[in-house]
């Protein structure tokens, strides 16, 4: 089960990045995964729940944002979000293709709080990493 390691890495990532602010209680971690990305959720979400404890991350929110599979025809210039995995354009039936999302997991943002958790107080690190 891969989703452990990947898992482990995440928090390492999210301490980093809450490290920079001051070691603020992570709050929420909000990812974007494609349908083509080799990841279970469930076991993302189990493994976030064992990991995450004794972290600054422990009372943290995870949501995961599905992305979908998208491809671009370079035959016809078509764009299309196949059921499956076929990877043949329906409009021309070329194979000439580039999947253009997908395929990612990447952290689109981390929510921390200080101890005064005022709204003005609340920092939202993006892009930071993936």
Same mark, same amino acid.
């Given at each position: ?40 959720? $469930?076991?993302?979400?189990? !493994?976030?729940? /064992? ?9 943290? #929110? %995870? =949501? ?26 329906? $409009?021309?039936?070329?194979? !000439?293709?580039? /999947? ?9 943002? #981390? %929510? =921390? ?18």
């Amino acid at each position: 089960m891969h989703e452990v390691s990947l898992m482990q890495n995440l928090l390492r990532m999210v301490g980093i990045a809450a490290s920079k602010q001051g070691d603020s209680p992570v709050t929420e971690i909000h990812l974007r995964i494609g349908k083509m990305a080799g990841v279970n959720r $469930e076991s993302l979400k189990f !493994s976030f729940d /064992i990991l995450a404890k004794g972290t600054i991350a422990e009372n943290a #929110i %995870l =949501v995961i944002e599905d992305v979908p599979f998208n491809i671009h025809c370079s035959d016809c210039g078509s764009d299309f979000n196949p059921d499956d995995f076929t990877l043949r354009c329906p $409009e021309c039936e070329g194979t !000439s293709i580039e /999947i253009t999302s997908g395929r990612e997991m990447e952290i689109d943002y #981390i %929510l =921390v709080d200080d101890e005064s958790d005022s709204p003005e107080s609340r920092d939202k690190m993006e892009n930071t990493g993936g």
